[in-house]
């Protein structure tokens, strides 16, 4: 489950692209991949993902991924942004997309490669319906060792307290019980149960409102 919550706020850095099943990731041997989660679905679209943990350079790692996937001439050509401490490979291959996000952290060339099925999208369902202030932006559907859990990432153009309070009210509206109310500098942490039901919501304050992070687990 920390592998899948630390996924959230990396996901949005993903450009979707089109891979033959079997040997999708095409990377190199010296990458270690493990699996996050059993299944995942952002914004309705069905992924797989792999996270990997390297010590060549990301240099390195780029180079000879980018060579991998541009070594098929049927493919479509391989497409690199770059974003703070991130790079990105994105590359479309039949009608799936794959993508390769890497960066060098402690020493620690770390990253995760993705495979989205876009044909196969469904609209998503917020477990929690959201006061109308909060905008929802991303929505991460997973289920990992049996735990079916949501992911949301939303933004508020209302103060933070403002945010949160409204969220409350939905929380109760919704029969969901208050657990903490914490507010901490410019952080407020929000926890809630509904029977065997866990929420859980990070609200922090920004320029022009609110930035919302939630998690709800079933």
């Given amino acids: 489950m920390r592998a899948l919550r630390r996924l959230a706020a990396t996901l949005a850095l993903f450009t979707p692209l089109y891979v033959a099943a079997n040997t999708w990731q095409d990377l190199p041997a010296t990458v270690q991949l493990e699996p996050v989660g059993d299944s995942l679905r952002m914004n309705g679209t ?9 010590r060549q350079s990301a240099d390195a790692l780029l180079s000879e991924v980018r060579a991998a996937w541009e070594r098929d001439p ?5 497409l690199q942004t770059t974003i703070p401490n991130w790079t990105v ?3 479309t291959v039949g009608d799936r997309h794959r993508s390769f996000q890497v960066r060098e952290q402690g020493g620690i060339t770390e990253g995760f490669v993705a495979l989205t099925s876009p044909r196969e999208t469904q609209e998503p369902k917020l477990v929690l319906r959201m006061p109308p202030l909060l905008q929802p932006m991303q929505i991460v559907d997973s289920v990992d060792q049996g735990k079916v859990s949501q992911q949301v990432v939303a933004v508020s153009r209302r103060s933070v307290d403002a945010t ?13 019980e208050r657990q903490t109310m914490k507010k901490q ?10 029977g ?8 922090s304050a920004q ?3 609110a930035f919302v ?3 709800t687990i079933r």
């Fill in 46 to 54: 069905p992924m797989v993902i792999r996270a990997f943990r390297s």
């Fill in 74 to 78: 049927g493919h479509q050509r391989v």
């Fill in 89 to 91: 490979l994105n590359q």
């Fill in 164 to 176: 949160a309070a409204a969220l409350d009210d939905a929380l109760r509206a919704q029969r969901w």
């Fill in 185 to 194: 500098g410019t952080v407020i942490r929000l926890s809630a149960n509904r």
């Fill in 196 to 203: 065997a039901e866990q929420f859980d919501a990070v609200l």
């Fill in 207 to 209: 320029k022009n409102g």
């Fill in 213 to 215: 992070m939630i998690n």
